[in-house]
């Protein structure tokens, strides 16, 4: 079946670096762009970057931009964030998600494929 | 930076028909999708494109799109739909942006 797993998760000292990998199977991983996106405790969604389905494209918000990188590894149907200089508001657990749809217009159509979340948590 | 805003919190009775709005400039020009959130777990989308359901996604849940604000109503809620709900779009210079979160109580 269609299934993200996220994993790397962990606590991590301000500053330091951490990377995330989500493992993807079920479907046609080359054809898809994905995203990632992380939720603060107790908060809600906030969008952290996205990939485009040749890594060609990468798009973050501003408040990782410059401190993460999104990348893809087709040959191991695997997405990473590498995360550094962490701040305490990094906080959060990241999911990994699949757009709804693979061609052009997939920002209309929505995240239908959520991973289970891994928790990350900046704490001296 | 572009936003979307949902009220904090919506309460409906079972059986009764619950709406959540989500206002946002041009929102209108835009799509927007909406995903439903329970406690521990991940999200799950609802609707796309304004007014599409997913398969698998219950035919008491639909949503429109009018100006300014979308809305997700849910007809004849049911207590299993007590979750955090959350509305989304894209735009050409935030990309993609979340709103805020609604907390649907069913009491």
């Known amino acids: 079946q269609v299934q993200l797993v996220e994993s790397g998760g962990g606590v991590v000292q301000p500053g330091r670096s951490l990377r995330l990998s989500c493992a993807a199977s079920?479907?046609?991983?080359?054809?898809?762009?994905m995203h990632w996106v992380r939720q603060a405790p107790g908060k809600g969604l906030e969008w952290v970057a996205t990939i485009s389905f040749d890594g060609s494209k990468n798009l973050y918000a501003d408040s990782v931009k410059g401190r993460f990188s999104i990348s893809r590894d087709i040959s191991k149907n695997t997405l990473y964030l590498q995360m550094n200089s962490l701040r305490n508001g990094d906080t959060a657990v990241y999911y990994c998600a699949r757009p709804k749809n693979s061609g052009s217009d997939m920002w209309n159509y929505g995240m239908d494929v959520w991973g289970q979340g891994t928790t990350v948590t900046v704490s001296s | 930076s572009y936003e979307l805003t949902q009220p904090p919190s919506v309460a409906v009775s079972p059986g009764q028909t619950a709406s959540i709005t989500c206002s946002g400039d041009k929102l209108g020009d835009k799509y927007a999708c909406w995903y439903q959130q329970k406690p521990g777990q991940s999200p799950v989308l609802v609707i796309y494109?304004?007014?599409r359901r997913p398969s698998g996604i219950p035919e008491r849940f639909s949503g429109s799109n009018s100006g300014t604000t979308v809305t997700l109503t849910i007809s004849g809620t049911q207590v299993m739909d007590e979750a955090d709900y959350y509305c989304q779009a894209w735009d050409s210079s935030t990309y993609v942006v979340f709103g805020g979160g609604t907390k649907l109580t069913v009491l």
């Open positions: 494109r304004d007014s």
């Open positions: 079920g479907f046609p991983f080359i054809t898809y762009a």
